[in-house]
């Protein structure tokens, strides 16, 4: 077992970790209020800050390239969704929602995570891909539709495959949605193929 340490906070997290053993987490800092997302790498925290103007940062999910997938905010600021690689964050989220977090990341870019629109709405499970944030709400069929409110995306693999938590018929279920091979092109359509085998007892906040 390993202490992976601060970055001079109290305290830290590991939420993540790749193939080669690199890790993404969070560490707050001396101030003790202040939290850093950070990279483990070679017995070495490497502090990765944030986006310019926030103060804080969260690396939730780490890629094979090294890419961190994260939120950051501030005072008097939002979470924002956005993406550490070749050495600065990225702003990915959408002046459509008020609140975004970039849950997880694959191997190609690809990103998940969550956003609320409104003040007091629910949040919704979201795909953040070619510049754009799109709801898996909007994208899955409507005989899924119907009963389903996905408000959570919290992984991707490098198949496209997504998965995460969601109202059926008002119970919290873990969800798994494949992407389904289309004629048009540019359209992206998923389909909620399997259904996790537990319950997922968090409820809409």
Known sequence: MRDLGTLGGSYSGALAINNTGSIAGYSYLADGATSHAFIYSGGVMTDIGTLPGYMSSQGLDINESGNVAG????????????????????????????STVANGLNDTGVVVGQGVAHQGDSPRALLFIDGQVLDLNDLIEPVFSEHWDLWA???????????????????????????????EPATLSLLAATFAAFFVTRRRR
């Open 71 to 98: 939120v950051v905010w501030g005072s008097g600021l939002a979470n924002r969704a956005a993406v550490y690689r070749q050495g600065q964050w990225i702003d990915i989220g959408s002046d459509v929602f008020i």
């Open 153 to 183: 995306a919290q992984s991707v693999n490098n198949l496209g495959q997504i998965v995460g938590s969601g109202f059926v018929d008002g119970v919290n279920h873990g969800f798994l949605l494949t992407r389904v091979d289309v004629p």
